[in-house]
């Protein structure tokens, strides 16, 4: 658990994997618990299935930059695993990587022009940054509370378990940004997220 | 009420609040979300444009007839728009106008990455500058006020950082403002910009120029934060907050109003600095204007012109400059990870501009392009665009190459909305001027790359009321294009043969490949995933080279050949059926042999049957 006064966030992945809605979420939960908070986001091209980044930032007194510097990040949020070696430069020394265990293979691979790296190579980045990576299956996790599309939402619960806020902060929040009749898939999905993770 | 709002949704409730009552725009990153979020307020009348010169004047024509409006825009649509831009400085309006340019630094969805505060130096017209959404909405605002007080239309200039960071603001209520009945004035000596109305105009446009000036010196839009005086940063936008972040004990001056330039203001701060600094994105457009004053600053020479700042951009640049900087600039350890895979955006899987591609890619033919997702058919395997520069430009690009004697018939391709937007004066010329290229309308139904916003071939509205639906086939007629042939997308066998008669003519013509945007709802609850059959798949690839993101290399690899099979990502697959098609063993199963006939049917899109 990380208790501190500010707290710098990067979420990465693919383009329609549904990292802006958790950074929303993220954000506001950040404001609603009294933190002043701020999130930056693209879009447009880069969604096309491209790379994606957001930032999501707060602190008990002010945030000013929206956009969280590289080797900056307590938490770095990856909704897919190359993408988490992508952006590992963002984490800070001594914080923490939490990755979807989810391949997205890239055209470039898919092509025969590059190669997907292997799973030893975050866990290097992860030696080299002094960093621990905690692995959630999100899909597979999602599927059993009811949907795949609720990776993100697992993804969720994942990080609530590092941040020092009540699980009913975030449904507070959750419950606000997603429709009705996907309620209880929701609410299953996070909590089976911070379960992965406590366990 | 304290809400997190992004840029875009705070300038829509800043204008709202306003009293604004005519909006007007045409998508473009990251300016889209403001007229979107605006036309869910009531008593506002909120429209897509055609294009951004079209949306300054529907808004200038509202603010001539007393009513407060606003045009938004990317920060190349104020190109497309400048011409009105500058008459509009010249008239001036009865009731408020405000114009939004999004700049884009870094080009994160854009061409170039201009400054457009030059704009306003360049017509004459103050240009406001937010850092956060709070200030998006408190200056929009005050933009409206500004432009009634000294009669000028405003610049709002914003950043992607701004438009899509989402920050704290504290809502308010709306001011009706309307200034008097609307009736179109009639006062052709300030609104009819003949020539000798126009000499009369220009020494009152620079009159309130230096008016406006004055009051930047005194606004409380711009302001002094006294600490350390041993430095002193002029700054503006979101490089505000980079500078708060890591100069924290450094005086600030905060512009939020930079043109016309508050000379006084900065001459009594330079004053009380021992240095001064100025840290602005992209142009040196303050630091000049310090230089003019005769005062000695550092700001291009130590922060970079191209690309844009971000803190550790900032603390670097500052630390070498020999600045206090808040803590030294972190050491990110080298991951040692050269070769990752690159993730380019490229064409979605079911993308109905795929198959155009693959034919343009077979034929090697020279290919004019446009603005838009099909931009993307420049990625490889594709790699079938060899020109793009702005909006509407493919047509007129492959008509002027085509006149130099290439030897070969030269094709644009561009998109329904582009079409719209700036492709029929293009398309006239082509016809008038008997041009031979091959235009190809890739007709999506949609403006997809903004995220799905309606346009003039859509027969829908902002407010997604019916309308009026501008058809493609007649309106190419009409523009004198005799050879026009229609044909669904998706078709790739029909797809060659109207290409191959079309280029047989010899005479200009016009291809439209029709079939909506695969991500649009009604198209995904059509989506049916195909299957590869292992034992028909040779290997041979030719799937591969399509570029669909959801044709992957199996694990398995054929007995014979030892390469790897097919495999397609169920997940992904919308069952365009485009591999199907170029698959030369009949590997790819088809949606007819995966589902029953009436469920594998694709949603329903009209493709005239007509040929030529």
């Known amino acids: 658990m990380l208790t501190q006064d500010s707290y710098n966030f990067v979420l990465a992945g693919v383009g329609g994997q549904g990292t802006l809605l958790a950074s929303n979420i993220l954000a506001e939960v950040g404001l609603a618990a009294g933190f002043d908070a701020k999130k930056s986001e693209v879009h447009g091209m880069a969604q096309r299935g491209g790379s994606v980044i957001s930032h999501v930032r707060w602190n008990r007194a002010q945030v000013f930059s929206p956009i969280v510097g590289r080797g900056e990040a307590d938490v770095l949020l990856a909704f897919e695993r190359l993408e988490a070696l992508r952006f590992a430069q963002f984490t800070r020394r001594g914080g923490t990587i939490v990755v979807n265990e989810m391949e997205i293979v890239p055209v470039t691979v898919s092509s025969g022009s590059a190669v997907y790296p292997g799973g030893d190579h975050l866990e290097q980045a992860a030696a080299t940054l002094a960093a621990r990576v905690v692995q959630v299956p999100g899909e597979k996790l999602a599927i059993e509370a009811g949907t795949a599309k609720a990776a993100n939402v697992v993804l969720l619960g994942a990080i609530s378990t590092l941040l020092p806020l009540p699980e009913e902060a975030w449904w507070d929040c959750l419950k606000q940004r997603v429709p009705a009749k996907f309620l209880d898939i929701n609410r299953r999905a996070f909590s089976l997220g911070r379960n992965a993770v406590k366990a | 009420m304290r809400r997190i709002l992004s840029g875009n949704e705070a300038i829509a409730r800043g204008a709202w609040e306003a009293g604004v009552e005519i909006a007007a725009a045409y998508p473009g990153t990251p300016s889209t979300e403001i007229l979107e ?105 005050k933009a409206f006020d500004l432009s009634e007080e000294f009669d000028t ?68 839009i711009n302001r002094i934060e006294w600490r350390d005086r041993a430095l002193g940063v002029i700054t503006s936008g979101v490089a505000y907050q980079y500078v708060r972040e890591v100069l924290p004990a450094a005086s600030v001056l905060k512009l939020g109003m930079a043109v016309p330039f508050p000379g006084g203001l900065v001459r009594r701060f330079a004053a009380g600095c021992s240095r001064l600094i100025v840290v ?65 955006p490229i064409l979605c899987a079911g993308c109905p501009h795929r198959g155009v591609f693959q034919l343009l890619a077979k034929k090697r033919v020279s290919v004019a392009g446009d603005i838009g997702c099909y931009t993307l058919g420049l990625q490889p395997p594709l790699a079938a665009i060899h020109s793009c520069g702005c909006m509407g430009a493919g047509i007129g690009v492959a008509h002027g190459a085509a006149t130099a004697g290439i030897g070969e018939r030269m094709v644009a391709v561009i998109g329904d909305s582009t079409f719209y937007h700036s492709g029929l004066p293009a398309l006239a010329n082509v016809a008038y001027n008997h041009s031979d290229i091959l235009t190809i309308v890739l007709d999506n139904r949609i403006t997809a790359m903004t995220g799905h916003q309606q346009n003039p071939g859509t027969g829908l509205t902002l407010g997604m009321n019916p309308s009026q639906q501008i058809e493609l086939e007649p309106l190419c007629r009409a523009l004198g294009i005799h050879h026009v042939t229609t044909v669904d997308a998706y078709d790739i066998k029909k797809l060659e043969a109207a290409y191959k008669a079309l280029m047989a003519t010899n005479e200009p013509a016009v291809l439209i490949a029709r079939r909506p945007c695969a991500l649009l709802p009604e198209v995904r609850a059509h989506w049916v995933a195909l299957e590869v059959v292992e034992e028909t798949c040779t290997g041979c690839g030719v799937c591969f080279r399509i570029g669909c993101p959801a044709i992957l290399r199996s694990g398995k690899v054929d007995t014979k050949s030892g390469k790897p099979l097919a495999l397609i990502d169920a997940a992904m697959c919308t069952g365009c059926e485009v591999c199907a098609q170029v698959c030369p063993h009949d590997a790819i199963l088809t949606r007819d042999q995966i589902v029953p006939a009436e469920q594998g049917q694709h949603h329903a899109c009209s493709v005239p049957a007509e040929v030529d």
């Open chain 2, 37 to 141: 979020e605006l036309s869910r307020f009531p008593h506002v009348y909120c429209e897509w444009s055609t294009n951004e010169k079209v949306a300054v004047d529907v808004a200038a024509g509202a603010a001539y007839a007393g009513r407060r409006a606003l045009a938004t825009m990317k920060h190349v649509g104020l190109n497309v728009a400048a011409d009105s831009f500058f008459y509009l400085a010249s008239t001036g309006a009865d009731a408020g106008i405000v114009i939004v340019s999004a700049d884009d630094p870094a080009m994160h969805s854009s061409q170039n990455e201009q400054d457009n505060r030059r704009y306003a130096q360049f017509a004459r017209v103050p240009c406001l500058e937010p850092s956060d959404s709070q200030e998006c909405k408190d200056f929009t605002v």
């Open chain 2, 153 to 220: 239309p405003v610049l709002l200039r914003t950043t992607t950082r701004i438009n899509h960071s989402s920050t704290p603001v504290e809502l308010g209520e709306r001011r009706e403002t309307r200034v008097r009945p609307a009736k179109f004035p009639h006062n052709p000596e300030k609104y009819v910009m003949v020539p000798a109305h126009a000499r009369k105009r220009h020494p009152v446009v620079e009159e309130r120029f230096l008016a406006l000036a004055f009051r930047a010196e005194t606004s409380a």
């Open chain 2, 280 to 344: 602005e994105e992209l142009d040196p457009v303050i630091e000049e204007q310090v230089r003019l004053l005769g005062l000695t600053c550092e700001g291009k020479a130590i922060f970079p012109l191209c690309g844009e700042l971000d803190p550790t951009v900032v603390r670097g640049a500052a630390s070498e400059a020999g600045l206090a900087v808040d803590r030294a600039p972190i050491c990110v350890p080298d991951l040692d990870e050269p070769s990752l895979p690159n993730r380019p």
